[in-house]
C-alpha cells in the first residue's frame, strides 16, 4: 500500500489510469459529502429552526425559519404562559439548500414554466448565455490570436504592441460597460464587447509567449531550406510548430470567457442565465440559483472535456497534451 501511494505522488510523473479516474471521482464526490453532511447532520450546522406548528405564538406560521436561540424563547415564554408551544426541525438558512433539493430544482427547472410572468426557461437562458460566450471569443479569438503570434514571432512588433497591451489588461473589463452600452445599444452587444475586452488582450500576451517558445531550430532549418518569405516561415513552420501549445491555450482562456459572463450579462438588458439567477433570487429560490450555477460549471466541464479529446485526436504527436489529460 505505501509503495502505491509512493507511485502517487511521484515528482512529475504521470499516475496510474486507474488512479487518475479514482482520484478524479474523489475530486467531486469529497464537496457532495461535506455538503450533505452540512445539510443533513443536524449537529453539524443548523443555525436555524423550521417551524412545522406556530402553537399558540401568533407571530409564526409553518414554513418559517428562526434562529435557534429566537425558537427557544419562544418555547419558554409559551411555557411559561402555559400555552401550545411552537415545534419546529433544525433547518440551515434558506440560502444553503440541500443537494437533494438542488437536484430536483435542476429538474424543475427544465420541465416548469417560469413562476413569475417575466421569467424565462433555464434552457433559453443559457442557450442565450453560450451565444454571448460564442460570439465575445470568437471575435476575441479573431484578433487576439494572429496579432500574438505576430508578437511572438518579431520583437519590434512586440515591443510596438504588448507595453500598452500590459497597460490595458490591467483595467478591468466591467469599467467599460457604461461606455459599450452607449455606443453598442442597450442589448446583446455590450455584453459581447465585455467578453472581448476581457480575453482579448490576456490572449494576445499568452499567445506570443507561447509562440517565442518554439524551438529556433526550425526557423533556422527552414532558412537553411530556403524559406525566405515571411509568410512561409509564419505558414509552414511557426504556426504548426505552436500549434498544440495554441490549442491548449484557447481551452484556457475559453474557462476565462466565462468568468466575465455573469458581469456582462448586468450590462444594458437583462437576459441570460445572469437574469434567471436574479430573478430565482428574488424570489428566494436559491435551490434553483444553485441549480443554474451548477449547470455553467457542467457545460464548461463537458466543453473542456470535448475540446481535450479532440486535442488528443488532432494533435497525436503532442506527449505534453496527453499527459496533462
Known amino acids: 500500500m505505501a509503495t502505491q501511494r509512493m507511485r502517487w505522488l511521484r515528482v512529475l510523473k504521470p499516475i496510474p489510469p ?11 464526490i469529497v464537496p457532495i459529502v461535506l455538503w450533505g453532511i452540512v445539510s443533513y447532520v443536524p449537529l453539524v450546522w443548523h443555525p436555524q429552526m423550521l417551524i412545522t406548528n406556530a402553537g399558540a405564538v401568533d407571530y409564526l406560521r409553518p414554513g ?3 434562529a435557534n436561540a429566537a425558537f427557544s424563547d419562544a418555547v419558554t415564554a409559551a411555557h411559561t404562559r402555559n400555552e401550545e408551544a411552537p415545534q419546529g426541525v433544525p433547518a440551515n438558512p434558506i440560502y444553503l439548500p440541500a443537494p437533494h433539493e438542488v437536484v430536483l430544482a435542476l429538474y424543475t427547472s427544465f420541465t416548469s ?11 433559453e437562458s443559457l442557450w442565450h448565455s453560450i451565444q454571448i460566450i460564442f460570439w465575445g471569443f470568437l471575435i476575441a479569438s479573431i484578433v ?4 500574438g503570434v505576430l508578437c511572438g514571432t518579431y520583437a519590434a512588433l512586440s515591443r510596438l504592441n504588448e507595453p ?17 452600452v452607449a455606443i453598442l445599444g442597450i442589448y446583446d452587444g455590450p455584453k459581447i464587447a465585455i467578453i472581448v475586452i476581457g480575453t482579448l488582450f490576456q490572449q494576445v500576451l499568452i499567445v506570443a509567449n507561447t509562440t517565442r517558445k518554439l524551438d529556433v531550430g526550425l526557423v533556422e532549418a527552414a532558412l537553411t531550406l530556403g524559406a525566405k518569405r515571411a509568410g512561409q516561415l509564419l505558414g509552414r513552420v511557426v504556426i504548426p510548430g505552436i500549434l498544440p501549445d495554441l490549442y491548449r491555450d484557447q481551452r484556457i482562456l475559453l474557462g476565462w470567457a466565462w468568468t466575465y459572463l455573469i458581469v456582462a450579462e448586468l450590462i444594458g438588458t437583462s437576459s441570460g442565465i445572469t437574469w434567471f439567477i ?6 428566494q429560490h436559491f435551490a434553483n440559483v444553485y441549480a443554474a ?33
Open 18 to 28: 486507474r488512479a487518475k479516474l479514482v482520484i478524479g471521482c474523489l475530486s467531486f
Open 144 to 147: 487576439g490570436v494572429p496579432l
Open 64 to 66: 418559517m425559519r428562526m
Open 113 to 123: 414554466p417560469p413562476v413569475s410572468q417575466d421569467g424565462a426557461w433555464l434552457h
Open 164 to 180: 500598452f497591451i500590459e497597460f490595458f489588461r490591467y483595467l478591468p473589463a466591467p469599467a467599460f460597460g457604461a461606455l459599450a
Open 278 to 283: 436574479t430573478q430565482q433570487a428574488r424570489y
Open 293 to 325: 450555477i451548477i449547470i455553467i460549471g457542467i457545460i464548461g466541464l463537458g466543453t473542456d472535456m470535448l475540446l481535450a479529446l479532440a486535442g488528443r485526436r488532432l494533435f497525436p504527436w503532442d506527449r505534453s497534451l496527453v499527459k496533462q489529460e
